[in-house]
């Protein structure tokens, strides 16, 4: 804020170019949260679902293995 208005002991007043100038820093760095956290949400929606993936392939081993205890029970 280099203007005379914004300078002065008064600090509630400020002119319009430097209220929206302030804005614009705030919407700016607004910005580059929002981008920040969508990045990350979608790294964790990637990982989440390559984990499912691999939940799912070790469960259906699994249940395979069981069905296989359960059919060597049945014959012995």
């Keep these: 804020m280099q203007c005379g ?7 509630h007043l400020t002119c319009t170019s430097c209220s929206q100038e302030r804005a614009w820093e705030l919407r700016y760095e607004t ?11 979608e790294r964790v929606h990637d990982y989440l679902e390559s984990s499912r993936g691999s939940v ?3 469960a259906a081993q699994s249940a395979e293995a069981r069905e296989r205890i359960r059919k060597i029970q049945e014959e012995t």
């Design 31 to 41: 910005l580059l949260r929002i981008t920040e956290r969508d990045a990350l949400a």
């Design 5 to 11: 208005i914004c300078t002065t002991e008064k600090r």
């Design 56 to 58: 799912d392939a070790l």
